[in-house]
């Protein structure tokens, strides 16, 4: 047999026992996530049944008036409550560009936060100790989510640790009261809740630049400032893209934090399909309002990429 | 060396941003007072016993360790075929297969809760701790490829060839020379899926049906301000917990890379 043969023999061998092997994981993801997302989107183009799905095609639940139907012992609908699409819903329209707005403050509050810390544990922790330094960071990450969202509450409450802490200091003298049950909240227990996701990736990506990169800047005469600027920046940029990627996606669909801590102006778009499935039993109108999420998502987070799309050719971090 | 002095003294101040809600867990844990508020009112640890004494409490308990064991077990099961076949294997329509297996990594939870959600509710499937555990290896296979995929690749694959040449068969190869080289990655795998099936709310909280779990109960308990302080000494415990797990599976981890000879590159994730 021919030398290519046997290499095409063994690429066909390697491709079967590769599908073979990637079978299990991908059959699951098929069924429970495939599948499920497609029936999302079916969804939203059904009518509202109360507590069941109308085989019914519409768009309402995203333009325009829509009706949830009764259906008569006869088969007939009878419209019954009616309520406006995501996109002419106002309220709902309020809420998604909030959701936006919050992400977006949050990501770059993280990020920006973040950047020197792992500037810190890669360029000036001794190599034995950055593993400690990761780890003390990533610690608090693990530790009960909804434990550490009510904490943030008890700090920045009327009576919290924060008012109390500052009125004995007496750097105010009445409690702050912007810090609480509103967006602002909201932003700062997210960007404490997300703090490991935004190191972490920017680390990885600075311990990969060579340093003599950094050392010739300097040699031909760049200050420190302008070799950060025009070297280690950009060489970090894969990382930060992937820091903002981190946070932003998870952040816009969070629903703990805004229940908690964000009173009635700090909802988010989580807490509106949350109300629809759970509580008014309207499955369209959920899935509508969850598939324009996922369109805004996806859409803000490609048109990032795109943006920094020079930072990310070569690599594939 | 000011830069220096200047962003560890950063750095720490981040780190006290971090810690700042952990480190008054315990404050309020054995704090006799109802009032989650300073100034503190004793010492007491009478929330301990009564976390110990509530049914309710240990039921949930219950349920999250039976979903978080499944779940590690299953996500690592499924993380490790993925994986090889990710390292080892060419195939057809390899990124789009991966990137789907790996999407539960860069889609709102919500998402993933709903359209499960869904699905069960359109097939008519009754909501239990077992449709928990569906949705929470979904979210854990991911990280589970991620820890397993590096230890597979820092695998030689001369080892492997050289087994086969010695007459073992595919199956021995892969369970006499790859499973014990890629034992620490498959136990800091188990541990990272536990921990955050352990953690997960909102998949829960829409499909556990009227078997709370853990996060769902403590979640429930926020609205009763006299169940606060029990709430604070199990988030105590829940933290000495996972700290212990981390160190763990770090140990673990860090053993895994000393054993194929790799440098030390950082934490999880």
Known sequence: ?317 | MKAARLFKGYALAYLVFLYAPIILLPLFAFNDGTIIAFPLQGFTTKWFEAMWNNVTLLKAVKNSLIISCSSAVLATCLGIFAARAATRYKFPAKGAIMGLVMLPLVLPEIIVAVSLFGVLLGLGIPLTIWTVILGHVLICTPYTIAILNSSFQSLDQSLEEAAIDLGETQWSTFRLIILPLVAPGIISSLLISFTISLDEFIIAFFLAGTEPTLPVYIFSQFRFPAKVPEIMALGTILVLLSVTLLAIAEYFRRRGIAKSGGKDTGGFL
């Open chain 1, 1 to 317: 047999m021919s030398l290519q043969g046997l290499k095409r023999r063994r690429a066909r061998s390697d491709a079967s026992s590769g599908l073979m092997l990637v079978s299990p994981p991908a059959i699951y993801a098929v069924i429970l996530l495939a599948a499920p997302l497609v029936l999302l989107l079916l969804y939203s183009f059904l009518t509202d049944g109360y507590l069941s799905i109308i085989w019914e095609f519409t768009l309402c639940n995203y333009v325009g008036e829509c009706a949830s139907m009764q259906q008569n012992a006869d088969g007939t609908l009878t419209p019954t409550t009616p309520y406006l699409g995501a996109w002419s819903d106002p309220v709902v329209r309020a809420v998604m560009l909030r959701s936006l707005g919050i992400a977006v403050a949050v990501t770059v509050a993280t990020v920006v936060l973040a950047f020197p810390v792992a500037y810190f544990v890669s360029f000036y922790v001794k190599p034995g100790r950055k593993s400690m330094w990761l780890f003390l960071i990533t610690i608090p990450f693990w530790t009960s989510y909804l434990i550490r969202v009510f904490l943030w509450k008890v700090i920045l409450g009327y009576n919290g640790v924060l008012n109390s802490g500052l009125l004995g200091l007496g750097l105010i003298e009445e409690p702050l009261t912007f810090i609480l049950y509103n967006a602002n909240a909201v932003v700062i227990t997210l960007a404490h809740a997300y703090a490991p996701f935004a190191i972490l990736p920017i680390f990885v990506a600075l311990e990969k630049i060579d340093r003599s990169l950094l050392e010739a800047g300097q040699d031909l005469g760049e200050s420190r400032l302008m070799t950060f600027w025009r070297v280690t920046l950009p060489l970090a940029m894969p990382g930060v893209v992937a820091a903002v990627l981190i946070v932003f996606i998870p952040v816009i669909g969070d629903y703990v934090t805004p229940q908690q801590v964000g009173g009635p102006e700090g909802r988010m778009v989580a807490n509106m399909i949350y109300l629809q499935y759970l509580r008014l039993d309207n499955y369209p109108a959920g899935s509508a309002i969850a598939v324009s999420a996922m369109v805004l998502v996806t859409s803000v987070s490609l048109l990032f990429l795109f943006l920094n799309r020079r930072f990310l050719k070569g690599s594939k971090g």
